[in-house]
């Protein structure tokens, strides 16, 4: 049999031991809908965690946020979500198989330029494509239950823009001063023309977004920081740093209002090794602010007359508006701006997957294949596992006595089921980076067996010795 790819591997190995299962299986499944299993939601949780610790815990610049899915309207129409979120996209004449455009790949071959010399990523067929045309990306729903005051509202297609909308509720209620950023974690939808690779491209997904404001003039400053954090954050967790690169985007992938943007990368196992997007970093200049300030603006005039919400059109923008309600007053330099903003903006989906990706491995033990994942000890989902050697002579009890308080500190497992080599096997495949073990010598001289997952090194310590032993090496 054919050698599989490691994404396949990885999918196999995530339903196996369940990290991740499709989403409605016993259905058929939903396509491009996951859920996160047993250790699978630890992963994410502790890659949530991870994040969140960097970003809010250990600065004194940022605070937390964490706000609703539902938004009001005007915000999308502000953001420039409602107008412009759209793909560009193409169907094929042949199979009815509808593609982003800048997803297509060119014929072999190809002697014909634009659309004419691409291929269907479908059937195959070669240049049988429609006019390229939008496909708006935000989902719709109705919200309220009288037909008379029903809205059709958005599911959020990213977590940046409830940040923005309560910069004014931050300032106000915190003694935060510029420059500061608001750190949020959420769901977010997109109704994606191609999905892709397991969970790196879904229609539902999680973000974890900063919006730093600094005052005008200190963005490319602000903007080189944040590179190198959010860079130095994957190799911290253990990311290789052979497969992670920064891509500076060119002129012309650069949203307008974007100074510079740059994306960290990740050479993932699809095709033949891919470079593709975990996070993007962008200067986003004093845009989304200055905009939300226009909304603000239209909804005042628009209670006036009472027209149609749904086909609103955004006010100019007023000359003063540096003076405006989202405008921000400096101490000492005595003068008012509206902040500029350097959002890093990662998904906690996308992370999870090269995290999975990277501490995939294979080794060979004793002639026989180990599947092991070298999580970092802070994403590990299991962070020691206790074993008695054997279900008899007062092992069990000894074993669970230390299971019960280690659990207070980490999560942890316990298992007394089959033989120990198999037991520690499926703790490599789980990724936990260490495995207790209580023997005969345990009664004898208190000690017992510890078996670091990496190395399968071991060696014996005092049973009271564990906790610490274990904090100390865990680092956590
Ligand atoms: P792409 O070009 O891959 O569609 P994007 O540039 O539109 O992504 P952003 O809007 O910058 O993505 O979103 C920030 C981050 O959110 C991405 O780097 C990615 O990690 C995550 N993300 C965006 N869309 C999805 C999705 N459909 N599924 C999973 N994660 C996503």
Same mark, same amino acid.
């Given at each position: ?12 190995? $995530? ?17 491009? $809908? ?16 991870? +994040? ?23 915000? +999308? ?9 759209? &793909?560009? *996209? ?29 291929? $269907? ?41 409830? #940040? ?11 003694? *935060? ?32 977004? #900063? ?16 590179? &190198?954090?959010?860079?130095? +954050? ?26 510079? $943007? ?16 975990? !996070? ?27 027209? &149609? ?83 008899? &002579? ?21 298992? !007394? ?20 073990? #209580? ?12 078996? !670091? ?22 680092? #956590?």
């Amino acid at each position: 049999m054919a050698k599989l790819t490691k994404l396949d591997d990885i999918v196999s190995l $995530c339903k196996r031991r369940g990290f991740i299962f499709q989403s409605s299986e016993i259905y058929g499944g939903l396509a491009s $809908c996951y859920d996160y299993g047993p250790l699978g939601s630890e992963l994410k949780r502790n890659v949530r965690n991870a +994040w969140w610790k960097s970003v809010v815990q250990m600065r004194d610049d940022i605070v937390g946020l964490d706000c609703s899915i539902f938004m009001h309207p005007l915000v +999308w129409k502000a953001s420039g979500h409602a107008d412009k979120f759209a &793909d560009i *996209v193409t169907v094929c004449k042949k199979c009815n198989v509808r593609s982003r455009v800048d997803h297509l790949t060119d014929a072999p071959n190809k002697m014909a330029e634009g659309l004419a010399g691409k291929v $269907c990523p479908s059937c195959g067929a070669v240049g049988q494509f429609t006019e390229p045309m939008p496909f708006r990306l935000m989902f719709e729903t109705q919200m309220g239950a009288n037909t008379d005051d029903a809205m059709t509202i958005f599911l959020r297609p990213e977590t940046a823009q409830g #940040i923005f909308v309560n910069f004014r509720n931050v300032l106000d209620s915190t003694r *935060v001063k510029i420059p500061f950023g608001i750190a949020q974690i959420g769901k977010s939808f997109r109704n994606e023309v191609t999905t892709k690779a397991f969970i790196f491209r879904t229609r539902e997904f999680e973000q974890a977004e #900063i919006e730093f404001f600094c005052a005008p003039g200190t963005d490319e400053k602000w903007y080189e920081h944040w590179k &190198d954090a959010r860079f130095n +954050w994957y190799i911290n967790l253990g990311m290789k740093k052979e497969n992670l690169r920064l891509r500076q985007h060119d002129k012309d992938e650069l949203a307008h209002y974007a100074k510079g $943007c740059v994306d960290v990368e990740y050479k993932f196992p699809f095709g033949s090794g891919d470079w593709q997007e975990l !996070e993007g970093i962008a200067n986003r200049t004093d845009f989304d602010l200055r905009q939300h300030q226009r909304g603000m603006r239209t909804l005042n005039s628009w209670y006036e007359k009472k027209g &149609d919400l749904s086909k609103i059109e955004l006010n100019s923008e007023s000359e003063d508006y540096q003076k405006g309600p989202l405008s921000y007053f400096d101490e000492e330099g005595k003068q008012r701006f509206i902040p500029y903003v350097i959002e890093p903006s990662a998904g906690i989906d996308r992370s999870c997957l090269a995290f999975l990706v990277d501490a995939y491995d294979e080794d060979e033990v004793n002639g026989e294949v180990r599947n092991v994942l070298r999580f970092h000890p802070a994403l590990a989902p299991v962070k020691a596992a206790i074993f008695p050697l054997v279900k008899k &002579d007062g092992m069990p009890e000894i074993a669970t006595n230390l299971y019960n308080d280690l659990k207070k500190y980490f999560n942890c497992f316990y298992d !007394e089921k089959s033989a120990v080599g198999r037991r520690y096997r499926r703790q490599d495949e789980a990724g936990t980076p260490y495995c207790i073990t #209580i023997d005969g010598q345990t009664k004898e001289d208190n000690t017992v067996t510890v078996r !670091e997952r990496d190395s399968m090194v071991q060696e014996r310590i005092n049973l009271s010795q564990v906790k610490s032993y274990l904090r100390e090496k865990l680092d #956590i």
